[in-house]
C-alpha cells in the first residue's frame, strides 16, 4: 500500500514569491492534514479536511496561506508571498475517517527554505 | 486546551542500554495520548497510542509507554536500544472529543551510541 505522497521534497525560494505543494494521501483516506513543523519543534496543525470540507482552519494564517482538497483527495498547500518566518517543513498527514482516533499516516514532508 | 511537555530535548544512550523519554501533559478533559517517531528525512510513524484500558501499552519496535492519570504522564520505554532507534521521538495528546486535533510535544532527540 502506497504512503503518503508529499511533493516537492526541498523547495528554495525568495522572499515574497509564492510557492505550492502538493499532497496525494493514502487511498480511502478521507481525513486529510497539514502540519507545519518548525527547526527543533513539534508538528503544529494548519487546517484538517473531512472529504473536501475544511473543518478545522482555526491556525492557517489566512491573510497568505491557502488550502484547497478539490473531489476530496489530493491537496495543494499555498503560500503567497512567503516570508522568512515560512521556513519549516510542510507535513501533509491522512486518517480513514473522522473521530475515531485512527491513526494518522504523515508523509515525509516538504522542507521550504526562504531566502 | 491540552499540551505536551517533553522535558528532554536530547537523550544520549549505550547500544544495548536501557532508555525512557519521559512526557507529561496538561489537560483538563480526558485525552488520548500517542508517541511518534521520526527518522531523519522522513515522516512520523506511529509507534503506540493508548486510548482506554490497560495503561500499559507495547508498540512496535519492542517499545512501551504506561498511562499514569495520577501524574499525567506517558513515559517511553525500550528495555534494550539498538543504534537503528537513533531519531527523534514526539508525544502528542488529543482530547477524547476531539479525536482529529494532535497536540505534539517538542521532540526528544534520542543518540544510541555503539
Known amino acids: 500500500e502506497a504512503g503518503v505522497v508529499q511533493s516537492p521534497r526541498y523547495k528554495i525560494i525568495e522572499k515574497k514569491q509564492p510557492v505550492a505543494f502538493w499532497c496525494n494521501p493514502i487511498s480511502g483516506h478521507n481525513t486529510l492534514y497539514w502540519y507545519r513543523q518548525n527547526l527543533g519543534q513539534g508538528p503544529e496543525l494548519l487546517i484538517r479536511y473531512e472529504n473536501e470540507e475544511a473543518v478545522d482552519d482555526s491556525q492557517l494564517p489566512k491573510d497568505r496561506f491557502s488550502a484547497e482538497r478539490l473531489k476530496g483527495v489530493d491537496s495543494t498547500l499555498k503560500i503567497q508571498p512567503a516570508e522568512l518566518g515560512d521556513s519549516a517543513v510542510y507535513l501533509c498527514?491522512?486518517?480513514?475517517?473522522?473521530?475515531?482516533?485512527?491513526?494518522?499516516?504523515f508523509g515525509p514532508g516538504t522542507r521550504l527554505t526562504v531566502l | 486546551a491540552q499540551s505536551v511537555t517533553q522535558l528532554d530535548s536530547q537523550v544520549p544512550v549505550f547500544e544495548e542500554a536501557p532508555v525512557e523519554l519521559r512526557c507529561n501533559y496538561s489537560s483538563s478533559v480526558s485525552v488520548y495520548l500517542f508517541w511518534y517517531v521520526q527518522y531523519p528525512n522522513q515522516g512520523l510513524q506511529l509507534l503506540l497510542k493508548?486510548?482506554?484500558?490497560?495503561?500499559l501499552v507495547k508498540g512496535i519496535n519492542g517499545f512501551e509507554a504506561e498511562f499514569n492519570k495520577s501524574q499525567t504522564s506517558f513515559h517511553l520505554r525500550k528495555p534494550s536500544v539498538h543504534i537503528s532507534d537513533t531519531a527523534e521521538y514526539f508525544c502528542?495528546?488529543?482530547?477524547?472529543?476531539?479525536?482529529?486535533?494532535?497536540?505534539f510535544g517538542t521532540g526528544t532527540r534520542l543518540q544510541v551510541f555503539p
Open positions: 493508548y486510548l482506554s484500558g490497560s495503561t
Open positions: 502528542a495528546v488529543s482530547a477524547v472529543y476531539n479525536t482529529d486535533k494532535l497536540i
Open positions: 498527514a491522512s486518517s480513514l475517517d473522522p473521530g475515531r482516533s485512527d491513526t494518522q499516516y
